[in-house]
């Protein structure tokens, strides 16, 4: 599990303390979750998922099975404060990534930030007056793809299956999509499998979360990475330049992904993809995957 200390070295002094304050109270008032306030507070820590700071309202901390929440209303000054750390105190520099809604920082957390959107030509080229700031904690969960590795890996051949993961949203399809492709790239001397050249498609950052060029995120020894462009032009990039044995990306579902997706599996490549859903039924109420489906390009469906 990755170690999200980081997040608060982005805080004010005074919000950091009221968070870690507020986390150990809760330990200490506790009389359910565990005899051992010690156990009580590292799961506790485990479960924070988002820390949501917004402007001239309360903080609130959502864990995984409840949520807290600081009666503190954070000022406007501490909102670009903490704005200003996210930059390294250059804000224009990361005006691109402000534009798609969020900042990537040391450590693959992502950030979301709202505020007013500057629209020209249909396109967002600015973002002011940020009002809010989500912080999402990352999550590495290694080794949580064994339980569906030899549903992927084709041991006889070397090779692996077209691969579609499937799941609700929050249920760890880019978790276990990630440590797959560890697993595919670095090998596995235990079963004999040679680990294969893989391109990630890492159109908002979620996957390998790149932070100045380097990957947060293990994501193998032999994996290149393409972030911020659209799974479409990211897969045919690294189609032409980078000769991947294998490209996963998350999220498929529209017309465009699935005419990358043909193209790639016509030159050999193989696919590890994901898609929200919840049965194969509905899964197939899109033409676009139910074309790959029915054409058996897609050799494996696995539902989380």
Do not use: W
């Not at 912080?135 to 070397?158: W, Y």
């Not at 489906?293 to 494996?300: A, F, G, T």
Request: glycine residues 6%; hydrophobic residues 40%.
């Amino acid at each position: 599990m990755k170690d999200f200390s980081e997040v608060f070295n982005y805080l004010p002094n005074n919000i950091a303390n009221l968070i870690n304050n507020s986390i150990a109270n809760s330990v200490a008032n506790s009389v359910s979750y565990s005899n051992n306030n010690t156990n009580f507070n590292n799961n506790l820590l485990l479960e924070l998922q988002e820390i949501r700071i917004r402007s001239n309202r309360p903080i609130i901390l959502k864990f995984r099975s409840c949520e807290i929440v600081i009666e503190y209303n954070v000022s406007e000054k501490e909102i670009i404060y903490i704005l200003e750390k996210l930059c390294n105190n250059s804000i224009y520099a990361y005006k691109n990534q402000m534009c798609e809604g969020f900042i990537t920082v040391k450590g693959g957390h992502r950030v979301g930030v709202t505020g007013n959107c500057v629209i020209e030509n249909g396109k967002i080229i600015n973002v002011k007056n940020i009002s809010s700031l989500n912080f999402r904690i990352a999550r590495e969960v290694i080794g949580c793809s064994l339980k569906i590795l030899d549903k992927v890996i084709d041991i006889k051949n070397n090779s692996i299956n077209n691969t579609l993961i499937v799941s609700e949203p929050g249920k760890g399809k880019t978790t276990i999509l990630r440590d797959l492709i560890r697993n595919i790239s670095n090998g596995i001397k235990e079963i004999g499998f040679r680990g294969k050249t893989c391109g990630i498609v890492d159109e908002r950052g979620e996957i390998a979360a790149m932070y100045q060029g380097i990957p947060q995120n293990d994501v193998g020894i032999r994996t290149d990475v393409i972030e911020n462009v659209s799974k479409t032009i990211g897969m045919k990039m690294l189609l032409r330049s980078m000769a991947p044995e294998v490209i996963a990306c998350d999220e498929i579902g529209s017309k465009e992904d699935v005419e990358a997706i043909k193209e790639i599996l016509i030159c050999g490549v193989k696919g590890i993809f994901t898609i929200h859903g919840k049965s194969l039924e509905e899964i197939k109420l899109n033409k676009n995957i139910n074309e790959l489906i029915e054409n058996k390009q897609i050799e494996r469906i696995i539902f989380l």
